[in-house]
């Protein structure tokens, strides 16, 4: 089965309404590839698959994948029954493929030190598909679920969540150069219907190391004479705390030019005070 030029485009405009994710899959046959537009891999690549089968039936461009799945799912023929099952153990391959994700934005690394040498050894993912999540039924929920804070402000120290000398990292950017910041605190306040995130980071990796490989380095070591000092960043999540209760989906915003985190005075009032409690003194670069 090939891939086509207008059919890819009307893939790429279906992946571009819903949050991405980079994935890659290759047709066997042609050597296409299909990366950096995929949010919802099997979607889209049915997508392309269906619009392909009704164009080989002879419908048009515009009506073709319309055409072939009402063909696909509509008409009561048994002959029909051999392209249903390619279909279907089509979208199980690509669902396969695709689920196998080989750039992990979230990583767990053990963590010791030595001669003011701190060695991060990567933990997980240990497998292809085992994604470390953070938001959603990830661990973000999953820590503040241990003791659920009464004030509407609070603040969690990552390091004592995780325990036994574990690091939660960030692959800030999964597309260039290894640019890794340790997550070392985690500040909220609960908002009706959402929850502003501050998030304390520290450098681990400077960006000047280039990616030769898809994977995450298995070692990483720090001098701890450089990058001591703490980065913020500001997100929101879908969520909040409300009665000693997590409600909501606790999932970030999608893909927007305006999904920032919208800081009130009050949310301003929670968060200044940790950050002076973890920067006491000013920093000079």
């Not at 073709?64 to 509509?74: G, V």
């Not at 574990?166 to 985690?186: A, C, M, Q, Y």
Request: hydrophobic share 35%; glycine share 8%.
């Amino acid at each position: 089965m090939q891939f086509t030029g207008p059919a890819l485009q009307i893939a790429r405009r279906q992946s571009n309404r819903c949050s991405c994710q980079s994935q890659t899959f290759v047709s066997g046959s042609t050597g296409s590839s299909l990366r950096g537009f995929v949010c919802s891999p099997v979607a889209s690549l049915v997508f392309v698959w269906q619009v392909e089968v009704g164009r080989a039936m002879g419908y048009p461009e515009g009506k073709a994948r319309q055409s072939a799945w009402q063909f696909l799912n509509k008409v009561d023929d048994p002959r029909v029954s051999g392209l249903r099952k390619l279909q279907r153990q089509w979208v199980s391959a690509v669902r396969t493929h695709c689920d196998r994700s080989p750039q992990a934005m979230y990583l767990i690394y053990s963590r010791t030190s030595h001669n003011g040498v701190t060695t991060y050894t990567l933990k997980r993912p240990s497998h292809p598909k085992d994604n470390v999540k953070f938001f959603g039924n990830g661990l973000l929920k999953q820590w503040i679920s241990r003791k659920i804070p009464e004030a509407s402000c609070w603040c969690l120290d990552v390091r004592q969540e995780l325990g036994a000398d574990l690091s939660f990292v960030i692959d800030l950017k999964p597309r260039g150069p290894l640019e890794f910041f340790e997550l070392l605190n985690v500040c909220g306040y609960s908002s009706p219907g959402y929850t502003p995130l501050l998030l304390r980071l520290r450098r681990i990796l400077n960006g000047e190391t280039p990616r030769t490989s898809l994977d995450p380095p298995k070692i990483i070591q720090k001098n701890d004479a450089k990058d001591q000092h703490n980065v913020y960043s500001f997100l929101r999540a879908k969520g909040h705390i409300a009665s000693g209760a997590l409600i909501g989906s606790w999932s970030p915003p999608g893909p927007s030019a305006t999904n920032s985190a919208l800081l009130w005075p009050d949310h301003l009032q929670c968060f200044l005070p940790h950050i002076h409690t973890f920067d006491a003194q000013p920093y000079h670069p």
